[in-house]
Nanobody
Framework: QVQLVESGGGLVQAGGSLRLSCAAS????????MGWYRQATGEQRELVAA???????NYADSVKGRFTISRDNAKNTVYLQMNSLKPEDTAVYYC?????????????????WGQGTQVTVSS
């Protein structure tokens, strides 16, 4: 009963920008860390950026200074602003959220994933 729906991927030339969005919906009590991961063809999924409920952020070294993660807690939404894109940023980007649900009087935390959105950067 929890869904993460992503949007904003696409094709862009090197040096361009894209903004990804991910909205969480469903039976949500609270959301802790939200983040973005990516997986290029033939590679393992890797963390791109994450933001805590308090606003603390961390980034992969490869995107520092180019990508900015933010969230709107009122909308249960996380964003990833990607600037100065490079061909090596090409991947499927996945939204992740640590969500707590109230289940028969108990709080249960689980990780949820979006369906993924393709980002392709041409040289």
């Amino acid at each position: 009963q929890v869904q993460l729906v992503e949007s904003g991927g696409g094709l862009v030339q090197a040096g361009g920008s894209l903004r990804l969005s991910c909205a969480a919906s469903g039976s949500i009590f609270s959301i802790n860390t939200m983040g973005w991961y990516r997986q290029a063809t033939g590679e393992q999924r890797e963390l791109v950026a994450a933001v805590t409920s308090g606003g603390s952020t961390n980034y992969a070294d490869s995107v520092k200074g180019r990508f900015t993660i933010s969230r709107d807690n009122a909308k249960n939404t996380v964003y990833l602003q990607m600037n100065s894109l490079k061909p090596e940023d090409t991947a499927v980007y996945y939204c992740n959220a640590r969500i707590e649900r109230l289940f028969f009087g108990r709080l249960l935390g689980s990780d949820y994933w979006g369906q993924g959105t393709q980002v392709t950067v041409s040289s």
